[in-house]
């Protein structure tokens, strides 16, 4: 048990892909999910993820700019999968910001937030399979619906928007997810390629524009034993330059590149866990910015296989 | 209702970062006042137990004109008053 927590503890993360530039909102977004999903069966997951940013960079150099001492969130998300058909899966995610904090370097203040984030809905469609060559393809649409707070308030100030919640924005995410196994092999490699685009925010208060939002990701899984995956991802983040007021900020977007292993165990009753830790290992950021230095993630999900239901009573009788 | 009588700064113009921020006071009359301050991108701290008084400073992320608006109200209403401060290179 021991050796299992340690295991858990120690690994790295895949499903989210938070970055902590500024101004970015809302949930980290997260991939795809996995492939394979049968009719009528749910999966219930809950994951929890912190993350943390110290470090200044002016485009891909470390700078000493300090407006920032830091600033960390730990969020918690609930993720629902069900199999509408053996091809068709429906997903749904709700976010919570247990806390999300700034420190300031020039003034003694923890400004903090707290609360519901965005919701998402979406669709994954099992388009290709070869079962010759063990490839799988499967597009997916996601929407996020900016359900939470988004007027936050500390004091008498209302927060601004980069440390509210939720991102206050609809956004759409379209993406593909490709797997590819081997014969007789324990490998497999999965790539994970996304776009999100976010609905101008336009309110009294705010008019602004989160810049789109691209993933690359290539992961390599090894299954390790019947009931241990040990996991690396490269992920390849790039965000365009945000719009506020119609003006391009230039101190905003940028590319990431991160690495981050993950390790899942499977347990009895079809319950699994898993952790990961993401670490940039390049970032490229448009002016200066506050960038993340690492994040963690454990998670939690069951699988439920539920029967369909049959009447029962004879129709024939009625 | 309240009145505000007047929205003042010392500064319009200010560089981003924490050293020279801009502070700004709101006056105004009615009893029983309660102020809150918004701004969409940028950072106020309040300096007085009243919070009349705030200072605004900024990251580079947001370089440019930001409207900073104080909203006094009591038990008789709500009245606001905006001011336009630059944050610069």
């Known amino acids: 048990m021991t050796r299992l927590f340690l295991l858990t503890f120690i690994g790295l993360c895949f499903n989210f892909q938070a970055s902590a530039q500024c101004c970015s909102a809302g949930n980290p977004s997260s991939d795809g999910g996995a492939l394979g999903i049968t009719k009528n069966s749910l999966t219930i997951s809950t994951s929890f993820l912190h993350s943390y940013s110290d470090t200044y960079f002016e485009e891909n150099l470390k700078s000493d700019w300090d407006y920032l001492k830091n600033t960390h969130f730990n969020f918690g998300i609930l993720n629902l999968n069900y199999g509408l058909t053996d091809k068709l899966k429906l997903s749904t995610e709700f976010g919570y910001f247990i806390d999300k904090s700034i420190q300031y370097n020039f003034i003694d203040v923890n400004r903090k937030a707290n609360g519901l984030g965005d919701a998402v809905i979406g669709l994954q469609y099992h388009l290709y399979s070869n079962k010759k060559r063990i490839i799988n393809v499967a597009p997916i649409v996601k929407i996020s619906l900016p359900i939470g707070q988004f007027d936050q308030m500390d004091g008498n100030i209302i927060l601004p928007i980069d440390i509210q919640p939720s991102s206050g924005s609809y956004k759409l995410n379209t993406s593909v997810l490709v797997s590819k196994r081997f014969f007789e092999s324990k490998f497999s490699l999965i790539a994970f390629l996304s776009c999100e685009f976010s609905q101008r925010i336009n309110t009294e208060r705010t008019d602004y524009k989160y810049g789109n939002l691209y993933h690359a990701t290539l992961k390599i899984t090894h299954r390790s034993s019947e009931k241990l995956n040990t996991e690396l991802s490269l992920g390849l983040q790039h965000r365009n330059k945000a719009l506020n007021k119609g003006n391009v900020m230039d101190f905003t977007g940028g590319t990431y590149l991160k690495l981050q292993p993950e390790i899942s165990y499977r347990l009895k009753n079809n319950y699994s866990v898993n952790t990961s830790v993401g670490i940039p290992i390049y970032k490229n950021v448009n002016g200066i910015q506050l960038t993340n230095k690492y994040t963690i993630t454990f998670g939690v999900s069951k699988n439920f296989q539920l029967k369909t239901l049959k009447p029962q009573i004879d129709p024939k009788m009625l | ?89």
């Open chain 2, 1 to 89: 209702m309240p009145v505000i009588d007047s929205l003042i700064t010392n500064s319009t113009r200010i560089t981003y970062g924490g050293d020279n921020p801009a502070i700004l006071k709101c006056f105004a009359t009615g009893g029983n006042l309660n102020y809150i301050w918004e701004v969409d991108l940028g950072d106020l701290f309040s300096l007085n137990d009243e919070g009349s008084e705030v200072q605004f400073t900024a990251s580079p992320c947001c370089i440019g004109e930001k409207i900073i608006t104080c909203n006094v109200s009591n038990d008789k209403g709500k009245v606001s008053e905006s001011i336009t401060i630059t944050i610069t290179l």
